[in-house]
């Protein structure tokens, strides 16, 4: 962070003397002003609900130019990464700072796998469940508990266990991921197996039964590796907001993951994808898409477009573009080019992409708009989406987690309020109220 020569000053007109602040410029991006001396010196806050125009922290890890439609993970475009790597590189690059080299990236993959069965008495944990439990309920648990299973790398003040925790939790989620659903369905669990690579394990996790191996496809395991590096990290979004605000007070990273993985639950955040499939589903044929399009524009019911707009993209998100040339790819590879689902989703978004109302909001597809649609061709059901998006976004959570324990300028988050509640008031007898 670059202190810079511009002082932002702030001016009252009720008499209260002016302040002078410092504003800080990043390597790219808008310019921060330091307010964290307003308080102290002037005894007032600022009002951000929704964090609007707030920086919570300094991060190197991830950047996105809404307006342009950029996304980089330390300074490389999705667009190259997508292309010219793979997740695990990904990983490296987002949990160690650097892309791999040969035998970096060999090492590394070496490191993680050890990770990657969990402790046999999690099974006993998943058989608590109601086999219809939501996976995402059976994860924000499964996920809580590890810190019961793995108290040895639970002191966050020490960077070894800190790094332990973090392979452990990255290699762990297709796991538990796997073990959600082969649960829900009454499917034994099935071990992972080192000599495949992380999605390719997965999707054996997910779909091998006693009876029959899954056959791995390269098309649709580098179609779920895409998935994953498009979903790793997206800078301070609720989720990795929420994992931060919990570690900030010292609570170990399992707890901290399951608390990212609650607020990624929701429909507005990482739910959106099955919302998403949901609305395609209901929408169900093209001639039906102008009249959905006129519901969303007269709210009817609070309906939105799922997949649809998002806080920071003012412009089309990348991860949509790379996301329907996935979903192209995946739907050619299964002879499904006619997926009456994929159609609908197009004919939606060349509708929205030409109405007023869309185009006034600058609401354009986000990443969930196709994943759905390529995350069900490969077989993963619904309720399962976001469960795949917790598993892509746990090495960015825990990437900023690492981030902020190690930066000397991090102190427990404490967000203030503007009070407009009762004035003082005394309590009276319950007889004379
Ligand atoms: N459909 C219809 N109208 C919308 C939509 C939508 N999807 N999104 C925003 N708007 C309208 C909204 O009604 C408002 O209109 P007006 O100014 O006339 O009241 C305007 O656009 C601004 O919306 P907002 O709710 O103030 O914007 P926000 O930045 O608070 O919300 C969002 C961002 C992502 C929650 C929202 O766009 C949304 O609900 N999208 C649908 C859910 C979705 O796809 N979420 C996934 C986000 S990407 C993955 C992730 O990060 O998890």
Redesign the pocket.
Known sequence: MKKTDIKATITFSDGSPSVELPVYKGTVGPDAIDIRSLYNTNQKLCFDP?F?ATASCESTITYIDGERGELMYRGYPIEQLAVKSDFMEVCHLLLRGELPNTVEKDAFIKELRQYSMVHEQMQFFFRGFRRDAHPMAVLVATVGALSAFYHDSRDVSDEEHRESSALRIVATMPTLVSMAYKYSIGQPFVYPRHELSYSANFLRMMFSTPMEDYKINDVLVRALDRIMILHAD?EQ???TSTVRIAGSSGANPFACIAAGIAS?WG???????E??LAMLQEIGTVDKVPEFIQH??N?TGG???????????KNY?PRATLMRETCHEVLNELGLKDHPLFKVALEIEKYALDDD??VA?K?YP????YSGIVQSALGIPTAMFTGL?AMARTVGWISQWKEMISDPEHRIARPRQLYTGAARRDVKPIGDR
Not at 267 to 273: I, K, Q
Not at 366 to 369: F, K, L, P, R, T
């Open positions: 929704g609007m997206h979004n609720a989720s990624l429909p507005l955040h990482g739910g959106a994808n919302a998403t969303v524009k709210r309906v939105r477009l799922m997949g649809f707009g998002h806080r920071v993209y998100d109302y869309f909001r609401l986000n990443v969930d708009y998006f």
